[in-house]
């Protein structure tokens, strides 16, 4: 299994482009996530999923929107793009074990907005 | 509402020494707790969780935690550093659902990035 990847790992944008940043999972989970991870911020949640065809906003979702394509995939968009963005993002899905929701995360995309 | 405080940023200890990283959380209702670990350009790993039970739970790589309701507090231990334990650590709440609440969102603490001296 590989787990939750995500594309692309590196990208640099101007000020005002678009993009999308794109996250599957071959675990069969139900819950997906994005954070953004910023020096001495610890991972803010902007986006989650608890199930396909559900999407709700976290704790920074301005600036952002997502789609749950399927139950495999989670796509994060930026309409356009502010040098705020520049971050680490990660995405991360979720099964129940032993009643808590145990994340796994992908490796992250490391985003620049100049 | 849930928060976690994870105290000291940076945490330095010799090769051989114990090492012992703070997390005191908030939450009106029961609490499931978590340590996740990330090494350099890598995503996160769960080290441990404590969900019900025991109060002190052990995880992989020798760690173990304790979870001390009266303190409000989660701090991580292991007896003897390896230099290999150079990472950042995060510590999380969430909602146990016991309550009758979600409990599939995470709430992180800004991590402490720990140091180990040969």
């Not at chain 1, 996530?33 to 610890?42: A, E, F, K, L, S």
């Not at chain 1, 949640?45 to 929107?65: C, F, M, Q, R």
């Not at chain 1, 796509?75 to 899905?93: D, G, I, K, N």
């Not at chain 2, 340590?35 to 441990?48: C, F, I, R, S, T």
Request: glycine share 10%.
């Amino acid at each position: 299994n590989a787990g939750v990847t995500q594309t692309p790992k590196f990208q640099v944008l101007k000020t005002g482009q678009s993009m999308t940043l794109q996250c599957a999972q071959d675990m069969n989970h139900n819950s997906m996530y994005w954070y953004r991870q910023d020096p001495g911020m610890g991972l803010r949640l902007i986006y989650y999923s608890a199930s396909e065809g559900t999407t709700d906003k976290g704790e920074v979702p301005n600036g952002y929107n997502v789609s749950r394509l399927n139950k495999r995939e989670f796509s994060l968009r930026l309409e356009s793009a502010a040098p705020s963005q520049t971050s680490v993002y990660f995405c991360a899905s979720s099964e129940q074990t032993g009643g808590a929701w145990e994340q796994y995360f992908g490796p992250g995309t490391r985003l620049t907005v100049t | 509402a849930q928060s976690v405080t994870q105290l000291g940023s940076h945490v330095s200890v010799s090769e051989g020494a114990l090492v012992l990283l703070r997390c005191n959380y908030s939450s009106s209702v029961p609490p499931y707790l978590f340590w996740y670990v990330q090494y350099p350009n890598q995503g996160l790993q769960l080290l441990l969780k404590y969900t019900t039970g025991a109060t002190l739970v052990k995880g992989i790589n020798g760690f173990e935690a304790e979870f001390k309701k009266s303190e409000t507090s989660f701090h991580l231990t292991k007896p003897s550093a390896h230099m290999s334990d150079a990472a950042e650590y995060f510590c999380a709440v969430s909602d146990s659902g016991l309550s009758g609440g979600s409990n599939y969102k995470l709430t992180f603490g800004k991590g402490t990035l720990l140091t180990v001296n040969p």
